[in-house]
């Protein structure tokens, strides 16, 4: 008798039942932006860092969305640096979030080429010896009344440069059936990371110590084996 009556209990306490869940990579990416400072402002670009190339473990429950879990990681040398391809997927959520007001300027091939090869050098992301960025989610909480596209706010373990820093996301997350939607954005610091950011002509021409990080990301309830 025991037993059933704590069984029942469990059932109408609501107990969670997260199910894994697969990224769907051709929908989902990683996106960070940062931002011109400096007197020679006039002459730098914010620049559209990011990827789609990421790895993912999953667990929800569409009924208990606050006992989402999730891992993410990817490999620093397949971030893209205002890559003309990536740039038209990820633009409408940085806009929308007011990240930027609206699509910076194109940079040359070269200058890619250069920023990036500046980027994973040891003095920035240092990719020999700090090869993943990881992300991972420690508590989900429901967002306060007042917008609409925020359902949650999100505390998140970032791990850059081999150093981890918990960092408060805004997101919004729609399960669908089988179907979950996860967007998620927030700031940051280089200096937070033991990152100085990049600065020519003595300071006049620099990045901002503060960068933004948005996520989108689409998976589908795993298929039992």
């Known amino acids: 008798m025991l037993r059933v009556f704590m069984l029942i209990l469990l059932a109408s306490t609501g107990v969670a039942h997260a199910a894994p869940y697969d990224l769907d990579p051709a929908k989902s990416f990683f996106t960070i932006v940062t931002h011109k400072q400096g007197v020679g402002s006039g002459l730098a670009h914010d620049h559209i860092i990011g990827t789609t190339a990421v790895q993912a473990k999953i667990n929800a429950d569409p009924k208990q969305i606050a006992a989402t879990d999730f891992e993410v990681s990817f490999n620093v040398k397949d971030l893209k640096v205002d890559d003309p391809a990536y740039v038209p997927k990820v633009i409408d959520m940085i806009t929308s979030k007011k990240i930027l007001e609206k699509k910076p300027a194109d940079v040359?091939?070269?200058?890619?080429?250069?920023?990036?090869?500046?980027?994973?050098?040891?003095?920035?992301?240092?990719?020999?010896?700090?090869?993943?960025?990881?992300?991972?989610l420690l508590k989900l909480v429901p967002a306060p009344p007042g917008d609409p596209s925020i359902t949650h706010m999100a505390t998140v373990s970032l791990t850059i440069k081999g150093k981890s820093v918990d960092k408060e996301f805004k997101a919004e997350i729609k399960p669908t059936g089988d179907n979950i939607s996860v967007k998620a954005w927030g700031a940051a610091k280089f200096t937070e990371f033991g990152i100085e950011p990049v600065s020519l002509?003595?300071?006049?021409?620099?990045?901002?110590?503060?960068?933004d990080i948005l996520v989108h990301f689409e998976a589908r309830k795993a298929k039992a084996s």
């Open 108 to 136: 040359s091939e070269g200058d890619r080429k250069t920023i990036t090869e500046d980027m994973l050098a040891d003095e920035q992301l240092d990719a020999k010896k700090h090869p993943q960025i990881k992300a991972r």
């Open 201 to 211: 002509f003595f300071g006049a021409i620099r990045n901002g110590d503060e960068f």
